[in-house]
């Protein structure tokens, strides 16, 4: 699902260069469900970012879902993202005039999934994460671990093949966290789905299949 070689991701400041990521190889199959760990600032969010082709990478190979993501421009990536992935970022991206089912249903329209199904879908997803009784509070009018939940919901809702989800149960209280985590993994082996996590948490890195430590794959170059 993900092939990854000499990948790199690097930015100017002035005159010094910051590496913010650099893997020398790593490949993640279909269906595997993943954690990725690493200390803070080592570039898990720009891999994240790469791999759902937000980030342009600055030199090396990229495959994700079949597709050679390294010489698309914007706009095709966007249509890859839109049709393949589903993805929680670690700010959430929630839009504030619009109620968490609204928020959740953007997502359907993005994907290109409008519609009556998408709406019973958003419900659904809403209550199974335990929000069934606030479908219609805004962003504002939510606590930061309901808005954590109403965006993995918005990357659930068009049934993505790959799940890119940065430190999703952050700010959950443990219990919270479990079902969020359970629930998610539960319906990425329903639907066969490729699940790649940040999380710092080991209680949660124990539920994957596999865990990565970004730190030890990046390749000997520390950033700036
Ligand atoms: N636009 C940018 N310009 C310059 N440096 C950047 C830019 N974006 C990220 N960096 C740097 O790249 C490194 C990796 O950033 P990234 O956000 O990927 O880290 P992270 O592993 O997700 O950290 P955290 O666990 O704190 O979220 C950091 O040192 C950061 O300062
Ligand atoms: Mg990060």
Redesign the pocket.
Known sequence: MIEIENLRKE?A?GGER????SVRELRIGRGEQVALR??????????L?MIAGIVRPSSGRLAVAGTDLTPLGEAARDRFRGRHIGMVF?TFNLLQPFDALENVLLGAVFGGRDGRAAKSRAVELLEKVGLGDRLHHRPNELSVGQMQRVALCRALINGPELILA??PLGNQDPETGAEVLRMLLEIAREEDRTVVM?T?DPESARFMQREID?TTLRDGEV?A
């Open positions: 930015y400041r910051v590496v913010a990521c690493g200390r803070s600032g080592c570039g898990k969010t720009t891999l970012n670690q940065d430190e940040v710092h970004l950033a």
